[in-house]
């Protein structure tokens, strides 16, 4: 069972950004998806998830509006499209699963809801 994201990057505030995460070893359809992000010094944090069936989504008050998720589970693939990027943004974002059997996509924002992680990677923002 693996998560492998990738896509990370240095941009400038104002710059778009599109991460991607491929997994592989489960049953893709049965899970939720979401994405964190940890910065240097601070706690890993929620930012967006989408449900099993990609017809739901939960966003985080700091990145709605410029960020967006998308999934394809033909392809086994999550998208992280960020928008309007600024320097608060700079982290590393993970990737993370959770069985669709643990219920609503609202109540799963801790990264202990999580069971799947990918390795995450790299986004600074320069102002």
């Known amino acids: 069972v693996q998560l492998q994201a990738s896509g990370g990057g240095l941009v400038q505030a104002g710059d778009s950004l599109r991460l991607s995460c491929v997994a592989s070893?489960?049953?893709?359809?049965?899970?939720?998806i979401a994405w964190f992000r940890q910065a240097p010094g601070k706690e890993r944090e929620f930012v967006i998830a989408?449900?099993?069936?990609?017809?739901?989504?939960n966003i985080a008050d700091s990145v709605k509006g410029r960020f967006t998720i998308l999934r394809d589970n033909a392809k086994k693939m999550v998208y992280l499209q960020m928008n309007s990027l600024q320097p608060e943004d700079t982290a590393v974002y993970y990737c993370?699963?959770?069985?669709?059997?643990?219920?609503?996509?609202?109540?799963?924002?801790?990264?202990?809801?999580?069971?799947?992680w990918g390795q995450g990677t790299l986004v600074t923002v320069s102002s």
């Open positions: 993370a699963a959770s069985s669709a059997y643990r219920g609503g996509l609202g109540r799963l924002t801790r990264p202990s809801d999580y069971g799947v």
């Open positions: 070893g489960l049953t893709f359809r049965n899970y939720h």
């Open positions: 989408i449900g099993w069936s990609g017809d739901s989504t």
